[in-house]
């Protein structure tokens, strides 16, 4: 049970705390120059994390273990940053961008899932997609 728990509890610590830096990021700061620096000390800490973590282990024979999901995911990660960091400095709300991005997403995988992954959408899935769309109707009026 713990193994399906601490996961999520991670993702929402680590979101919440996206979220208040990416609102708190100066609007004088251009958002490529703070990436840079955000994405350098994210480098240095997973290096440290994995020889830490990794005692005889090789990071070169690992690297060449990686796809080209590696490579894409680093370029949508900067557009998930950049998007965050424009729409905190457009004037959305961190409670109304936060959950309109979510909802959307979290109704945008169900049609992504079945169409990639084959897997099935479901009654109760059909009926959170109607409740998550009035939902954003009400958290944006």
């Given at each position: 049970m713990w193994a399906m728990i601490y996961p999520v509890?991670?993702?929402v610590f680590s979101n919440i705390l996206?979220?208040?830096?990416t609102?708190?990021?100066p609007n004088e700061v251009n958002a490529f120059a703070t990436l840079s620096i955000t994405y350098l000390i994210a480098a240095a800490v997973s290096f440290a994390i994995f020889f830490i973590s990794s005692k005889g282990k090789n990071i070169i024979s690992e690297f060449g273990k990686t796809n080209w999901t590696t490579f894409v995911l680093g370029v949508v990660i900067i557009g998930l940053e950049l998007g965050y960091i424009i729409a905190y400095r457009n004037g959305w709300t961190m409670n109304t961008a936060s959950v309109t991005a979510n909802i959307t997403l979290a109704v945008a995988l169900i049609f992504v899932s079945a169409l990639f992954y084959k897997e099935t959408i479901t009654v109760k899935q059909i009926a959170g997609i109607v409740l998550c769309a009035g939902g954003l109707v009400l958290v944006n009026l």
């Amino acid at each position: 049970m713990w193994a399906m728990i601490y996961p999520v509890l991670i993702i929402v610590f680590s979101n919440i705390l996206y979220n208040i830096c990416t609102k708190s990021t100066p609007n004088e700061v251009n958002a490529f120059a703070t990436l840079s620096i955000t994405y350098l000390i994210a480098a240095a800490v997973s290096f440290a994390i994995f020889f830490i973590s990794s005692k005889g282990k090789n990071i070169i024979s690992e690297f060449g273990k990686t796809n080209w999901t590696t490579f894409v995911l680093g370029v949508v990660i900067i557009g998930l940053e950049l998007g965050y960091i424009i729409a905190y400095r457009n004037g959305w709300t961190m409670n109304t961008a936060s959950v309109t991005a979510n909802i959307t997403l979290a109704v945008a995988l169900i049609f992504v899932s079945a169409l990639f992954y084959k897997e099935t959408i479901t009654v109760k899935q059909i009926a959170g997609i109607v409740l998550c769309a009035g939902g954003l109707v009400l958290v944006n009026l």
